[in-house]
């Protein structure tokens, strides 16, 4: 059993993602997402549009900006390097990422889906040498597809000794894996030539009760491979029942009444073969089982003795047969000219917009004369991934042209950048001019060399209000005034309240000193903050200014050294492009062909026998068998 992938990429990511750093575990089954370049990739990843996740996962690495998530961010990489074919990088970032990291269980999920990625892709060796490199066990709902995935791997080489060994070591599977696991050993002993016990156990499966879907169509193909066992065994009596268990609306009918036709045909019931076989023909011709029943029921009505009967359906199906080649030959033509790649993705605006993914849907297959030949391939593993390689080309080849126009938009956009720039500059120039920072210093160092000489002098004075220093001084000029006033009544009075007045006014200042000297350093050191960030800002403006000409120039090479590096891109993935195109179609042409070639067969068959049967009616002397012969020369 084949367990299909939904994507590469969100196998492997979801490794890593299922096991963040500790200080970033799940909370309320969310990711906790401690850099937001990281979440801006995953918004990507989980909108499925991988190459604009695979693009900023890349650039944000190379900025350095997910120093939270770099494990899950490498692991993620691979997986999106795996999904557009690129098995060198992807393989390298894998062994580089587990050989940093400390967690045996991310390793041992990384390597599983590794293993699971290259089995999918044919690559079963190097499949086998990942799952050897897991050691602990697996979260429960993986360990089943763990031990299936094995048997696969191995089987899919001819290692049927080993892929049984891998199954029974299997203790106790799952009841939802049972009708599995038995089939993969059933169809490994047959293999092996244990014909006995490996029909035992097939039976088994045979005989399951179909609780779901899936299950029935397991329990139909059980049934049918036990059934062809016993006819390749020479033992037709024990397949007639398996066969006849296969449900006859299911995908595997139509070659279980094939063999139902062969098991009675073998035990010389001719006449039980017919009813399976008539059956068939009321069905899709397309199906070699239908083609094959062409065949059968003339054979069968020639061993029963009824050559007209037997002749007349050998012309139908040579009839038949032609028609069908010809669709064929036609349909090989066309797609040959490429119509099968133009009618699947060319005009098809889903196409147009769907820039990857994984499998190119069914129900999208337009009816053609072609398409209806190509279901089966269509399906199929191979062709899905060689077309969603071609449509990954295509897109990229539709990035690559508007990476080429969007060239082009900026140079605009430099050159609206450097008229502004020339426009801005004398304005600039005069600002910088107008702002005299080192007067600004000088004058900030003349202010704390007042302020010590005040702290030192402990000038409480200094630091009054402004109508403080006005009373203080009016107080002060008062002094001299008095002195030279005569010593009398008035004077002193007069005295005495200046005295009074410059006693209150000191003990005010005195009192308010400290507090004042305190706030006088804070507003300094604010006054050197706001130093610094002026010069700060008057050096990012002068750079700005000085250095804007060399940048513009350096953008301007940039530009102009992408645009012959974007047409090479072009050319290449053109290339690409026509190869992946010429792969497809030699893909369906062969599958075609493959089918035209039985056709053929099938129809030297027929006219074989039926020539032979004209040859036993020749000897007939009756005038009913010459008017039969002449019949059958029209």
Known sequence: MLVRLLTAAAAVAATALAAPPADARHKDDGIVVQDLAYGEVLFDFFQEDYFDALTRLLAAEQRNEIPHHQAEAEVMLGGLYLSYGEHRLAGEIFERVLAKSVDPELNDRCWYFLAKIWHERGYQPEAEAALGRITGTLPEELEPQLHLLWSEVLMDQGKFPEALASLQSWKRPSDAWVGYVKYNIGVSLVRLGEIENGARVLDEVGKLEPKTPQLAALRDKANVALGYAWLQASRPVDAKPSLQRVRLEGPFSNKALLGVGWSDAETQNYRGALAPWLALHDRNLLDSAVQESLLAVPYAYAQLGADKQAADRYVEAIDAFNGEIARLTASIDAIERGELITELLGEHADAAEDGSGWYWRLDKVPDTIESRYLYELMASNKFQEGLKNYRDLLYLNRNLAHWEQSLGAFDNILDTRQRAYEQRLPQIDQSLASVDLDAMLAHRVELESRLQQIERSEDAVALGTEDQQKSWKKLSDMEAVLARAPNDADSDEIRAKQHFLKG?????????YKAR????????????????????RHHLVQSARDDWPEKFAALTARIEALRPRVAGMQTFAQAALAKQQGFL????????????????TYMIQARFSLASIYDRASARTTPEGNQWLAEGAR
Do not use: I, T
Request: hydrophobic fraction near 40%; glycine fraction near 2%.
């Open 585 to 600: 179609q030699a893909v369906a042409v062969a599958e075609l062909k493959a089918q035209r070639d039985r056709l053929n």
């Open 517 to 536: 000297l305190w706030a006088e350093k804070k507003s300094l050191g604010d006054l050197d903050r706001q130093l610094r960030e002026a010069q700060r």
């Open 504 to 512: 209150v006014l000191e003990w005010d200042l005195e009192r308010d």
